[in-house]
């Protein structure tokens, strides 16, 4: 008899690669996979812009967040002259 539940990769991300939006978790621990979710979002919100104004408010906001992960993830990194 199994006692655990199965395994469910997407509850299981690392809080640190992941970036929580307004309903979604977005997996995105490089560039390539941000542009991704970015790409995605911008779709939705020109396909829907007309007919779901709700949701496209949530997925602005949920870009915003996308935004602010790349702003991390590019930003300049100090070299240690110590090295």
Request: aromatic share 4%; glycine share 4%; charged share 25%.
């Amino acid at each position: 008899m199994l006692t655990t539940a199965p395994f469910a990769p997407a509850r299981h991300l690392d809080p640190l690669l992941s970036v929580q939006g307004s309903r979604d978790r977005y997996h995105c621990p490089d560039l390539v996979s941000l542009d991704r979710h970015l790409a995605r979002l911008r779709g939705r919100i020109a396909r829907d812009a007309g007919r779901a104004p709700a949701a496209v408010a949530t997925w602005q906001a949920d870009l915003d967040r996308l935004l602010e992960r790349r702003a991390w993830l590019t930003l300049p990194v100090a070299l240690d002259r110590a090295a």
